[in-house]
């Protein structure tokens, strides 16, 4: 069965940097568009980041220059690396299949909390 298991996530001051994690099983990342999603509080959950089957990536405009989108096949797994982080990152993040348009699978995973906090 598919599933995708969120990790990396934690509390760090602005400025600041973390790597998030994707460990995917039951089907093979390197066959499908992969993508980072985040939702805060309030707001609906929005596109971060994604990579198609060919390694083209896309990026929000409010993370575009900070964070980084990866793909490691051999394991499986899809990473986010970001950097000079702000308050507005502050969301749970969440990744998953993507399909035209950078629309997500209904289904989610546990996600991992960021928080971005002086």
């Known amino acids: 069965q598919v599933q995708l298991v969120e990790s990396g996530g934690g509390l760090v001051q602005p400025g600041g940097s973390l790597t998030l994690s994707c460990a995917a099983s039951g089907f093979s990342i390197s066959i499908n568009s992969m993508a980072w999603y985040r939702q805060a509080p309030g707001k609906e959950r929005e596109l971060v980041a994604g990579i198609t089957t060919d390694g083209i990536k896309k990026y929000a405009d409010s993370v575009k220059g900070r964070f980084t989108i990866s793909r490691d096949s051999p394991k499986n797994t899809v990473s986010l690396q970001m950097s000079s982080l702000n308050l507005e990152d502050t969301a749970v993040y969440y990744c998953?299949?993507?399909?035209?348009?950078?629309?997500?699978?209904?289904?989610w995973g546990r996600g991992t909390q960021v928080t971005v906090s002086s």
């Open positions: 998953n299949v993507a399909n035209a348009n950078w629309k997500p699978l209904d289904s």
